[in-house]
């Protein structure tokens, strides 16, 4: 069965630095991947996917994670933070890409942006 | 276009009884999933349905259960309610229900039980 790990979850950068969100997959198939943002009381929104047309993704509000198959990760980055980034983020796996669409979800990282 | 919509956004309940939650599809999907989010047990699936019919379930007891119309949209309905229980149920849609399409999320429905 497929999952993803997403290590630490709080994270706490300075408005200006750099994002780096840790996502970590496991899946017998090549595996769909997704980031989704989540801002207080509100549903889920996407950032971004990887469908396997190539391995850099770009998505919303600047960010971008990269898919590393040596070490089945896709971590989200981000060059500059801004305040407007602090909420809970999201990776999710789908392992099986030809029927269904059941997301399974990582534990969250909340993300902290400070002065 | 409009997003997916959600109603009630805030329930409460008592132990015991049972509730429906409703979500509405962006016009023209054909899929819709719910997600069970709490603190303890982060975000879980519930079931999909695909034309009418559930075509994934999880791992969850058989007082879930859920129906979707011939216009796409869903219910999900908790029977016997307990605290535990208390949740915030999101509904997602997508155009076919293939891995690939995007799911939009709806804002939630807030169920509290007392």
């Known amino acids: 069965a497929q999952s993803v790990t997403q290590l630490g979850s709080h994270v706490s950068v300075s408005e200006g630095a750099l994002v780096l969100l840790r996502c970590n997959y496991s899946?017998?198939?090549?595996?769909?991947l997704f980031w989704y943002v989540q801002y207080p009381n509100q549903g889920l929104q996407l950032l971004l996917k990887?469908?396997?047309?190539?391995?850099l993704v770009k998505g919303i509000n600047g960010f971008e994670a990269e898919f590393k198959k040596s070490e089945t990760s896709f971590h989200l980055t981000k060059p500059s933070a801004h305040m407007s980034d602090a909420a809970e983020y999201f990776c999710?796996?789908?392992?099986?890409?030809?029927?269904?669409?059941?997301?399974?979800f990582g534990t969250g990282t909340q993300l902290k942006v400070e002065l | 276009k409009a997003g997916v919509t959600q109603t009630p956004r805030y329930l409460i309940k008592t132990r015991g009884q049972q509730v429906t939650l409703s979500c509405s599809p962006i016009?023209?999907?054909?899929?819709v999933s719910w997600y069970q989010q709490t603190p303890g047990q982060g975000l879980q699936f519930l079931f999909e349905?695909?034309?009418?019919?559930?075509?994934n379930k999880g791992n969850f007891p058989g007082r879930f259960s859920g129906r979707q119309f011939s216009n796409s949209r869903s219910e999900m309905n908790v029977s016997t309610l307990e605290l535990g229980d208390s949740a915030l149920y999101l509904c997602?849609?997508?155009?076919?229900?293939?891995?690939?399409?995007?799911?939009?999320f709806g804002p939630g429905t807030r169920l509290t039980v007392l």
């Open positions: 997602a849609s997508s155009l076919r229900g293939q891995g690939i399409d995007t799911q939009y």
């Open positions: 899946s017998s198939v090549p595996p769909y």
């Open positions: 990887y469908t396997s047309a190539a391995t």
């Open positions: 999710a796996v789908i392992g099986s890409p030809g029927g269904g669409n059941k997301l399974t």
């Open positions: 016009s023209g999907h054909r899929s």
């Open positions: 349905y695909f034309s009418e019919t559930q075509r």
